[in-house]
């Protein structure tokens, strides 16, 4: 025994005198950038085969945009990687507004742009880290990344020969939200960099709520273009106080999530706010403007279930704050714009049998079972949701009313099972981490309520809604032990 460790220590020796270790190093990062740098060529060509028809001009600067922020991400994953979070938090929700400031400068609309590419691509940059901590990866979250790289195979498998490319956006759609779940289970980011990234989170959804309010009171044209040329009907008439608020974000659902989510971290901890009390109040008045009443609902279950696993302190602390913000709503909304059309859609709670959109949704699950019960193998990624979009195809369901039966109708019984069993996992123990666990695994439990609850209404595994949720539930997985090397 002690002949080998000589031995080995003669062979470290003679690297260090021929500089073979940095070598070894500096061959594995050239490695990674020659990885990172060929799927952007890659990348590149496959985008520009897409984009060859239309304003070539147009598809120029949109691939420009996307090559940039994609080298910009490689730098930060290299160099900066405790920022690579808040960069791609950033690019998730400036992207859509970007498109529409694009779209309305060429007075040119298109069903896929480039543009709605650009924070799928740079979220997959965060394959690298997760490749180079891969071993911290917890035997639990370890088995998730199985089922779902099964489930996402099989999918695939199933769609892509009849939806073609829109299986692809579809598979980009389930695997980016997983990704970053994956991610910051394996980061070894100290507490102070986790803490940084939900101020970001609220300060961006205070610039949302800015915004959108903004939007709401004045409409700019570049937003009226796009909603007329959507033909976004279901969010009301393209005029000032007449529609329902989006912001910078693709439609009201997407935002109603994004600002409830951040409404719950800034109201559970002051050293997550942004803005103190006035961002609170921004965020929530442009959350109501949203009209989205599932939004509303997630940020009251996000609340509860911080509530029931937090320390005596913040339930205090809680209990105040959601009497203040109970008082405000009373005193401040009948004197705000758009009270009328907030306080009716309030008063729709307590009478929903009445309510013509709950009973649509109603009609539509019955109808879905009984396609499920009928097709229990699936109909693969590409069949329903954005993707669907994207299919010529007339077999596929593009609104989907119904997160539970989406799984199901996308990956068929079986493996719909085993998604759900991993939500329901991820809501287990952020219930049983947080007994001990008091800074991240409470938020982490109310994250994964949140998502078990708002699969009632749609797919919130996919897309932005899914990093957000997804993201947030991943704060309860910390490293051990953990490593303060990204403060």
């Known amino acids: 025994m002690a002949r080998l460790k000589r031995q080995m220590g003669r062979m470290e020796n003679m ?10 190093s500096r061959l594995g990062r050239w490695a990674e950038m020659v990885l990172i740098l060929a799927g952007i060529v890659i990348l590149g060509v496959m985008v520009g085969l897409a984009s060859s028809i239309g304003s070539l001009h147009m598809r120029m600067l949109e691939f420009t945009l996307l090559l940039l922020s994609m080298l910009m991400a490689l730098y930060l994953c290299l160099n900066r990687p405790h920022m690579l979070i808040s960069y791609t938090l950033l690019l998730w929700v400036i992207s859509p507004e970007i498109r529409r400031l694009l779209d309305w400068s060429f007075q040119s609309y298109t069903d896929l742009s480039i543009i709605i590419l650009i924070p799928y691509c740079v979220s997959l940059v965060m394959i690298v880290p997760v490749a180079k901590h891969i071993k911290r990866l917890d035997p639990k979250i370890s088995l998730v990344l199985k089922i779902l790289c099964a489930a996402l195979a099989y999918g695939f498998c199933l769609g892509f020969l009849k939806y073609g490319f829109s299986s692809v956006y579809d598979l980009l759609n389930y695997t980016v939200p997983f990704l970053v779940m994956i991610y910051v289970s394996v980061t070894p980011f100290s507490s102070e960099v986790r803490d940084r990234w939900l101020k970001w989170f609220s300060f961006l959804a205070v610039i949302v709520g800015a915004y959108g309010i903004y939007q709401y009171l004045a409409l700019p044209p570049w937003d009226e273009f796009w909603m007329i040329s959507s033909e976004m009907n279901s969010i009301g008439q393209p005029e000032p106080q007449k529609f329902r608020l989006f912001s910078l974000l693709n439609s009201p659902g997407p935002a109603g999530v994004f600002l409830a989510a951040a409404l719950a971290l800034m109201t559970v901890q002051r050293k997550w706010r942004a803005f103190g009390m006035v961002g609170i109040l921004i965020v929530a008045f442009a959350l109501l403007l949203t009209l989205v009443r599932v939004g509303w609902i997630a940020y009251v279950i996000m609340i509860a279930a911080y509530f029931l696993r937090s ?9 105040l704050l959601g009497a203040l913000i109970v008082m405000a709503y009373q005193l401040l909304l009948p004197l705000l714009p758009g009270a009328g ?20 949704r109603l009609v539509f699950s019955t109808h879905i079972m009984s396609m499920v019960m009928g097709n229990p193998v699936g109909m693969g990624l590409g069949s329903s949701g954005l993707g669907a979009k994207l299919a010529q195809s007339d077999n596929v369901v593009k609104v989907f009313d119904n997160g539970y039966l989406n799984l199901f109708y996308t990956f068929g019984l079986p493996f719909g099972l085993a998604l759900i069993s991993v939500v329901i996992f991820l809501f287990i123990h952020g219930f049983k981490a947080s007994k001990s666990e008091k800074k ?48």
């Open 311 to 319: 320390q005596l302190k913040s339930k205090l602390q809680l209990l």
């Open 15 to 24: 690297e260090r005198l021929f500089g073979l270790g940095a070598f070894k």
């Open 341 to 360: 059309e907030v306080s009716s859609r309030m008063e729709t709670f307590g009478s929903l049998d009445e309510d013509h959109s709950f009973n649509e």
């Open 440 to 487: 991240f695994s409470p938020i982490s439990f109310a994250g994964s309520s949140a998502l078990l609850f708002l699969l009632l209404g749609s797919n919130v595994l996919l897309g932005f809604s899914g990093f957000i949720l997804l993201w947030i539930t991943a704060l309860g997985f910390i490293p051990k032990p953990e490593i303060q090397d990204g403060g």
